[in-house]
């Protein structure tokens, strides 16, 4: 695969997640050693990765994201009402909503849920630069997410269980200063071909040189 193929196609995988193929540890192993090539805010290299191999415990954060996912879908923020005035990005809005609720009623089947963390001195998360602190984690969840594509694998970046944070982090023994940013399922995926997802064109977000325009 070239970068491009890679950059290009690595999808959220839900629909076409192998649950009944189990993913060798020491590949999901690999594929953190690339992440860490991430960059993070002075060097601080604050990331830690929790990944999940246990049924029960996949199972129990399983439910929780289950549960997180339901209130979510009954939301006004549910993937499948935004865009409703546009026939066109409506019907893909439905396709990820319904692909949403599949993956829902499967998390805790995943072979490997792997839960990408930052730990902090203290249990409190810092006020102001939120960017400078999830920054300091996310692309190294997307790289581990962009390596697992190379070797197969299909993940999907989520983030729904979070409203019930703290209830993960007892399954997963987490002590309070360790924040969690994701929960990346990850497994063989069904079939290896994926393609570019359509987009909205370049010229609605790009601004040479200071503000133009915006959205209309
Ligand atoms: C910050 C963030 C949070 C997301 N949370 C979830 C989630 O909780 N559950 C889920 O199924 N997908 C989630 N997604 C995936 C998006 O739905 C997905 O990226 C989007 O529909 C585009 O599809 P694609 O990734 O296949 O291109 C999230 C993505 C991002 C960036």
Redesign the pocket.
Known sequence: MTAMDVLTTT??V?RRLDLDRPVALETVRECLEIALQAPSGSNAQRWQFVVVTDAERRAAIGEIYNRA?EAYLESSSA?GKLFAEDPERSKVQQR?HD??RH?AGNMGRVPVLVVPCIELPQAELPSGNQAGLWGSLLPAAWSYMLAARTRGLGT?????HLAHEREAAEVLGLPDNVHQG?LIPTAHTIGTSFRP?KREPVENVLHVNGWQGGRE
């Open positions: 999808r959220s839900r996912c993937a990820v692909s949403v993956l999907a970046w989520t983030t729904l994701a997802a």
